[in-house]
């Protein structure tokens, strides 16, 4: 995950000392978050890394199957709560078991039931509106299996031109 994507700019040591200066009364707002906030529902992530700073890599590892996916999911989707627009590249969900999760989680509807076609008409009705609102501008999915770097990079600058996005995972 890459938070906070800018240009090559070099600074001048004026220009970093006014950022510093912009940090502190950043933090001094947000309650020491600095940079991108993680969410409501990650107060313990922010605390440890005081925010998703800009431009830094974050990597995320564990063992099989303990939720690596599903955490980093959720932490797009409230940069993109936030309206900071990126994209998300899955490696091992396609975009429509990926898109369910997202679904489900966001309108707070059962994924089961997304599979099986038991959603009331109201619930229809949310998700028109959430892809026309939601997903349309703040959250890219690409799930295109096999890519390599030199792909990934591409397509990440592509966006960043098209959608302005400000963040990427992988």
Do not use: H
Not at 9 to 34: H, P, R
């Amino acid at each position: 995950l890459e938070a906070g994507i800018s240009g090559d700019k070099t600074k001048s040591n004026i220009e970093i000392i006014d950022d510093i200066l912009f940090d502190i009364q950043e933090a001094k707002i947000n309650g020491g978050v600095v940079g991108i906030d993680a969410g409501p529902k990650m107060k313990s992530l922010n605390k440890a890394l005081m925010g998703w700073q800009y431009g830094l890599k974050y990597v995320i590892a564990a063992r099989p199957s303990v939720g690596k996916t599903a955490l980093v999911k959720s932490i797009c989707m409230n940069l993109a709560d936030q309206n900071l627009p990126g994209i998300f590249f899955s490696m091992e969900m396609t975009e429509k078991m990926l898109m369910r999760t997202c679904i489900s989680e966001k309108l707070q509807i059962n994924n089961r039931y997304l599979k099986t076609g038991e959603v009331s008409n109201a619930d229809i009705e949310r998700i028109k509106e959430l892809e026309k609102t939601y997903f349309a501008d703040n959250f890219i999915i690409d799930a295109r299996g096999g890519l390599s770097p030199d792909e990934i990079r591409s397509t990440i600058i592509k966006q960043v031109d098209k959608k302005k996005i400000k963040w990427f995972a992988v």
